[in-house]
């Protein structure tokens, strides 16, 4: 016992210089991942890519991450041997050296648009998958009672993501798009470092074991029985709660408005008279307007209920959107931008606790992965099919207005959906103050 007690005030002693650990590697992350992803279009068009196939692109990486990530996942539960940091490390080693080899084929002057795709490609699938499990290294130590604070190390990745798009922005309007992987592989290496040492005396990030970490709980439990609840399909799991499968539906339409946006941002700024640093500017003004709403997301929850919060975010979605149309100038884009504080700002945490409140609790990491292939999986697989294609064949605005629809019809079931929950959640109520 008395052992027992010294282990964990060296927790609790440790703790406060983990989170900082952690918040770098949060940061090294999305500096590097966001100075990829926010010029991949520029990028492969000053190649030669058409949209079009710009857009099949976005889509074979978002499905290849949800395959890869789901499979590297599955093999690292069941095995003894493989765990999580050597599999993150081998992840990051890979990005290393494909980004290393675009960034030689630019300098030897080397111009084979397929090479360029398919590499460019892989990198965006092994950056996607990544982002899991960047998380995951975090709730390792949560899952032996170390309190590592999630919220505060993703703020600052969200602080650093804005600054990187500012200085990008100004970067490739200077040196070209190419100046992109270095960017990458700087920020790249630092986090290798990072990652390797981030432990503490008697703990790493050596688990295999599948976390489960409950937002209302904080439980970390990995019970049998648990598990075992967890094994139903999807189907079933659709059947049972067909509620929350058209709050899926809403959430796609909505995220679907959102990539889009997101992934031909540079074609907007463009048709408005800006440039790649237009770009940065305003991915910058979203990632810090979203800051605010997350950190005080409880505090919202409980004043207005999360239910309340979705039809906040679905009619933020539009805005933001429709503000993105109608946009003239450089100042509108930065003005819609801002609309981020209503939209995903309030999305991401609002989602995430309604899955968790409205599904039998076996069902919540499986409502939760669902969300994810919802909005990152499917949401930016068809957004940047049909993106592409409509860009080249009808340009940016015929897009933008198709955005709109799609983010109005993701509120109106988002708006359907949440009143039905809060009427049923009400009877139940009342259900158990009569008896």
């Known amino acids: 016992m008395k052992e027992s007690n010294q282990l964990r005030a060296e927790k609790v002693h440790e703790a406060g210089k983990l989170t900082l650990h952690y918040a770098l590697i949060q940061g090294a992350f999305w500096m590097g991942y966001m100075a990829i992803r926010a010029y991949t279009t520029q990028y492969l068009a000053d190649r030669g890519l058409s949209y079009t196939i710009i857009g099949v692109l976005y889509a074979i990486a978002s499905i ?3 395959l890869l990530q789901t499979g590297l996942s599955g093999i690292i539960d069941r095995s003894k041997k493989i765990r999580l940091q050597p599999v993150t490390l081998t992840l990051i080693g890979i990005v290393l050296a494909l980004g ?12 084979q648009p397929i090479l360029v795709a398919i590499l460019y490609a892989i990198m965006l699938i092994i950056l996607y998958a990544l982002q899991s ?18 919220g505060l190390a993703r703020g600052v990745g969200s602080i650093c993501a804005a600054l990187i798009n500012v200085i990008m922005g100004n970067l490739v309007v200077i040196f070209g798009s190419g100046c992109i992987f270095y960017t990458l592989l700087g920020f790249f290496v630092i986090l290798v470092i990072l990652v390797v040492t981030f432990r503490i005396r008697g703990y790493h990030v050596h688990s295999h074991k599948p976390i489960e970490f409950h937002l209302r709980t904080g ?14 399909g999807t189907l079933s799991f659709m059947r049972k709660h067909k509620n929350f499968v058209l709050f899926l539906i809403g959430c796609f339409f ?6 889009c946006v997101n992934s031909y941002m540079i074609n907007i700024a463009t048709d408005v008279g800006g440039s790649a640093k237009t770009v940065g500017y ?9 800051l605010p709403a997350m950190v005080s997301f409880n505090w919202l929850q409980k004043k207005l209920t999360a239910t309340r919060l979705l039809r906040v975010a679905g009619i933020g979605f539009i805005l ?22 209503v939209s995903f700002g309030i999305f991401l945490p609002a989602s995430t606790y309604f899955a968790n409140d409205c599904v039998d609790a076996e069902d919540r990491v499986k409502a939760q992965a669902l969300i994810s292939a919802a909005t990152v999986g499917m949401a930016m697989t068809i957004g940047s099919l049909i993106g592409g294609a409509i860009i080249d064949h009808f340009g940016i605005k015929a897009l933008l207005w198709l955005c709109v629809g799609f983010a ?28």
Request: charged share 15%; with cysteine.
């Open 64 to 66: 290849g991450s949800v």
């Open 100 to 111: 290393g080899s675009l960034l030689f084929f630019q300098y030897m002057g080397v111009n």
């Open 133 to 150: 499990f960047i998380t995951s290294l975090c709730y390792v130590f949560i899952n032996h009672g170390i309190p590592v604070n999630f």
């Open 219 to 232: 439980d970390t439990s990995h019970s049998q029985t648990t598990h075992k609840k967890h094994q139903g």
């Open 254 to 259: 909505s995220m679907t408005a959102y990539q």
């Open 282 to 290: 305003t991915l910058a003004i979203a990632a810090s307007m979203e």
């Open 320 to 341: 933001k959107v429709l503000l993105m149309t109608l946009a003239k100038s450089e100042g509108m884009m930065y003005i819609a931008a801002m609309m981020q504080s």
């Open 408 to 435: 109005a019809i993701g509120c109106v079931i988002t708006f359907y959906v949440t009143h039905i929950y809060d009427r049923r959640k009400k009877i139940k109520s009342k259900a158990r103050f009569t008896a």
